[in-house]
């Protein structure tokens, strides 16, 4: 059914209209991506858009009907991701999350299923609890840095899992590599970011070549990918031959490898999982933790009737853990508000489709980078009444229980869903459940004692997007919330 019946080709969805040559490269947004497709749904009167500039075919889906059609029922076809000629240039043809569907992928997809499925990830519930008891006492000496401490605690979980490496301070060498690699490398990779992804031929000429500043911008970032998988897995070796390793999953392979062998295809696996996760694992975490904390200030009505369930639940003498998560429904319903209001990755991670396909009558071409907008998803006013308020209860029947809309669009879609939900999902859990056990949150003050407004600004980072930094004051609960923190065990 390629033809249609008068022997033409089935159209591409709907769109800007393409110019000679250069089709619709200029239609492109270069920031508010979310927004801007959905806007296009809207203009075009379609949920599935579609643009194209030089052969390159992107088609957005809007609603998710769509995006589970195509990326889960048909995901034999749309599993693949778009490889730009600028990966290996830039040091992340390792990274499993921009690997093409295929072996190499199926093979990293298998370790991370088997470490980071909702069973596995229970070995991690010691590690999140130290972690989070080390952010409560850091809020507690020092709360007008929340902003450090929440970051070193999805951090340093993180590179605690992956090679039992600590990090205390933002001033590691290893944070500061990745991040300066994400920023460079999110830079180059948005669509329109990179000359490069538009002209193979350009990698070919030397860094220092005039002008060749994306070129140049590339091998900086594969120095820091680079170093970033260097430092760890050299404390990891040091730490083994000292003595002073704790388990982790690189730590717990090269243990194996020196008492058993194991081959240096494994290897590669091992490091190329853990430096993936550190990448994919952290900013998403801090991100929505972040919007937790600012509508928790924004919304008193919300966090007091959060506060009021683990009271009641709870009580005051121990802190929430793992087993009271089922017990705790507003609080749930509050962990999937946050990630429907803020999708940390709004448009998620293109896919990329294998073969020609046709769908609702469209052609979409073999090659298509395939984006699911999340965030016009969550904000769908068919699904959600007043998407754009903060609303926990939206998730309650009218019998007063839970909903059954518990899918987290969040985490993406079909073969490459987010491999790591469960680890994001426990840990984010956790957090809000202990800080909303010992703290209030709410408007700080100015020196004359006058509220400072919340800024609730995100900047677009690549296709992360990151709270701007914001005012928030953190008052302990109670003596009692007191003793928890400084003793919680
Ligand atoms: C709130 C936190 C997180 C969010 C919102 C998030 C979101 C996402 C999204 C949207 C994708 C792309 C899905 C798709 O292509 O359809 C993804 C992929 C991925 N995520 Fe997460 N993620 C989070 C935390 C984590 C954590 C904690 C880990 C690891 C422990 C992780 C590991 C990965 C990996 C390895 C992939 C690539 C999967 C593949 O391509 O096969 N993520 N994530």
Redesign the pocket.
């Known amino acids: 059914d390629v033809l249609s019946s008068k022997g033409k080709r089935a159209p591409y969805p709907p769109g800007p209209k393409p110019l000679p040559l250069i089709g619709n490269a200029l239609d492109f947004p270069s920031e508010k991506f979310a927004q801007n497709y959905a806007d296009w749904a809207k203009k075009y009167d379609s949920p599935i858009v579609h643009a194209e500039s030089l052969g390159n075919h992107v088609v957005v889906l809007n609603k998710l009907e769509d995006a589970i059609e195509l990326?889960e029922v048909r995901a034999k076809l749309y599993s693949d991701?778009p490889t730009l000629p600028i990966f290996p240039l830039m040091g992340w043809d390792f990274n499993?999350?921009?690997?093409p569907y295929g072996d190499m992928?199926r093979q990293?997809?298998r370790i991370?299923q088997q470490?980071?499925n909702p069973q596995a990830v229970r070995k991690y519930e010691s590690l999140q609890t130290e972690k989070v008891q080390r952010f409560l006492r850091s809020l507690l000496e020092t709360p007008q840095d929340f902003e450090t401490h929440n970051k070193i605690f999805s951090v340093s979980l993180?590179t605690c899992?992956m090679y039992g490496y600590d990090i205390k301070s933002v001033d590691d060498r290893v944070i500061e590599v990745a991040e300066e690699g994400n920023v460079i490398g999110g830079r180059l990779v948005v669509p329109g970011g990179s000359l490069i992804n538009i002209f193979p031929f350009l990698k070919h000429i030397p860094a220092w070549f005039p002008g060749a500043s994306s070129h140049k911008a590339a091998v900086e970032c594969k120095k820091l990918t680079e170093e970033m998988m260097r430092i760890p897995t050299d404390f990891v070796k040091k730490s083994l031959a000292e003595g002073t390793a704790v388990p982790s999953l690189v730590t717990d392979f090269y243990e194996r490898k020196y008492a058993v062998g194991a081959s240096e295809e494994e290897e590669e696996l091992i490091k190329n999982?853990a430096y993936?996760?550190y990448g994919?694992?952290?900013d998403?975490?801090i991100?929505?933790s972040n919007t937790f904390i600012c509508q928790m200030v924004l919304n008193p009505d919300v966090q007091r009737k959060a506060q009021e369930e683990i009271d009641r639940v709870v009580g005051s003498k121990r802190l929430p853990t793992f087993e009271d998560r089922k017990s705790l429904p507003y609080l749930e319903a509050i962990y999937r508000e946050v990630?429907r209001f803020k999708?940390?990755?709004p448009i998620?991670?293109?896919?990329a489709v294998t073969e020609d396909d046709h769908y609702k009558g469209y052609l979409i071409p073999k090659g298509t980078v395939v984006y699911?907008n999340?965030w016009a998803m969550s904000h769908d006013e068919e699904v959600y009444t007043e998407p754009f308020a903060f609303n926990p209860d939206r998730f309650f029947d009218e019998n007063g229980k839970l909903n059954d809309d518990d899918r987290?669009l969040?985490?993406?879609?079909?073969?490459?869903?987010?491999?790591?939900?469960s680890?994001?999902?426990t840990?984010?859990w956790l957090q809000m459940a202990t800080t909303l056990a010992c703290f209030t949150m709410s408007k700080a003050k100015d020196a004359n004692g006058k509220e400072i407004e919340v800024d609730t600004n995100y900047e677009e980072s690549g296709l992360l997007i990151r709270k701007e930094p914001f005012a928030c004051s953190f008052t302990v609960r109670s003596p009692a919330a007191r003793k928890l923190v400084l003793d919680p065990n």
């Open positions: 990326l991701r499993v999350a921009l690997m992928w990293h997809r991370c470490n980071f993180t899992m999982v993936t996760v994919a694992a952290s998403t975490t991100s929505a990630l999708p940390p990755i998620s991670v293109a896919h699911p999340i987290i969040a985490y993406g879609f079909g073969r490459r869903i987010c491999v790591g939900k680890v994001a999902s840990s984010l």
